[in-house]
Nanobody, 123 residues
C-alpha cells in the first residue's frame, strides 16, 4: 500500500511563495506518475500539476503555468510543488496523488492520495 504524506502548506501573503513536499512510502515510487490536486471550498478538485515517472514530462493547469513548478527526487521518494507569485485564488487544500501508470495523460486517474495540506493566500 502506498502512503503519501504532504507538508509545507501554510498561510502566505499574495505574491509570496511556498514549497510543498510529498513523501511516499510503500509501492514503487519511481514507476508512478504523480500529481498535485487542489480543492477549494465549494469547488471541484482540480489537477494542478502532473509529472511523469522520470520527471521528463510535466503538465500544468493554465491558471498556474509560469508560477508553479513540479519536480521529483526518486531516490528520496519525494515529489515537490514550488509555488511562486501566489494569488488568493490559489487558496485550497492541496493533495499529492500517485498513479500506477508511469506517464502523464489528460484525465489521469490517481490511485493513491495523501491527506492534504492547506494553503491559504491572503490578499
Amino acid at each position: 500500500q502506498v502512503q503519501l504524506v504532504e507538508s509545507g502548506g501554510g498561510l502566505v501573503q499574495a505574491g509570496g511563495s511556498l514549497r510543498l513536499s510529498c513523501a511516499a512510502s510503500g509501492g514503487t515510487f519511481s514507476s508512478y506518475a504523480m500529481g498535485w490536486v487542489r480543492q477549494a471550498p465549494g469547488k471541484e478538485r482540480e489537477v494542478v500539476a502532473q509529472i511523469s515517472w522520470s520527471g521528463g514530462s510535466t503538465n500544468y493547469v493554465d491558471s498556474v503555468k509560469g508560477r508553479f513548478t513540479v519536480s521529483r527526487d526518486n531516490p528520496k521518494n519525494t515529489v515537490y510543488l514550488q509555488m511562486n507569485s501566489l494569488k488568493p485564488e490559489d487558496t485550497a487544500v492541496y493533495y499529492c496523488a500517485a498513479s500506477t501508470t508511469p506517464f502523464i495523460r489528460p484525465g489521469q486517474r490517481f490511485h493513491y492520495w495523501g491527506q492534504g495540506t492547506q494553503v491559504t493566500v491572503s490578499s
